[in-house]
């Protein structure tokens, strides 16, 4: 009997970052799975490797040993064009820095991976998701017409935009204040349960974490606890 196909599963998970003398440990085995539709928190100090797992999961850190698989798939055994593919086809991510093209309108920076991917009516797609995170009335507004707060509306929009399987968000309020953060956490739990979405979260917020099913604590390189 072929085991249960998990949203996440990483096994043994080891990752260095660096060259030679500066070449630091940062992941130093890290063992986890998540269910299909499941809202996770990765909490602890900074440096204890949150971020790093989360990119992991991404495929944007490659693993120096173990492996971290999405839906069944061992990103491992991917090229980095068939990488770019299935991240995507089946991820989304919202970082804490918005990373929008500030020569492109909030409709364009959405439509992108659309375009990227060959979607017939990506300008169509990109405006339902703007309108699904209140935006609809900013469309054409550059990065440097819209405050902190629609910046990350649109990069939410953005990550959304292609129906992924599993979100990734790194710290996506650390660049807002209070109110505005709670909105866009209101906004990315509401869409995650909509979409029925697998959400792995980086966070330095109790409040923030608390809303998530199961947490992660992580403390140089290792995960430490995992409590409901």
Request: net charge negative; with cysteine; proline share 4%.
């Amino acid at each position: 009997m072929m085991d249960e196909v998990k949203a996440v599963r990483v096994e043994g998970l080891h990752i260095a970052l660096g060259r030679d003398a500066s070449r630091v440990q940062v992941l130093n085995g890290i063992d986890l799975t998540i269910e299909t539709g499941e809202a996770v928190g990765l909490v602890g100090p900074s440096g204890s490797g949150k971020s790093t797992l989360l990119m992991a999961m991404a495929g944007l850190e490659q693993a120096s040993q173990g492996r971290v698989s999405i839906a069944g798939q061992d990103l491992g055994t991917l090229s980095e064009d068939q990488l770019a593919r299935f991240r995507g086809q089946k991820i989304g991510i919202v970082f804490q820095s918005f990373h929008l093209i500030q020569t492109m309108t909030a409709l364009e920076n959405v439509a992108v991976p659309l375009e990227l991917a060959g979607h017939p009516e990506p300008f169509e797609r990109a405006r339902c998701d703007l309108a699904a995170v209140g935006l609809q009335n900013r469309l054409n507004h550059y990065p440097a017409e819209l405050s902190g707060g629609e910046q990350q509306r649109v990069a939410l929009a953005r990550a959304l935009v292609a129906d992924p399987a599993l979100l990734l968000a790194d710290e996506p309020t650390g660049n807002l204040d209070g109110a505005t953060g709670a909105s866009i956490v209101d906004i990315l739990f509401r869409l995650r349960a909509e979409r029925h979405m697998t959400l792995v979260l980086v966070t330095h917020d109790p409040s923030l974490a608390a809303r998530c099913d199961r947490t992660f604590h992580m403390m140089s390189g290792l995960i430490v606890s995992n409590g409901a």
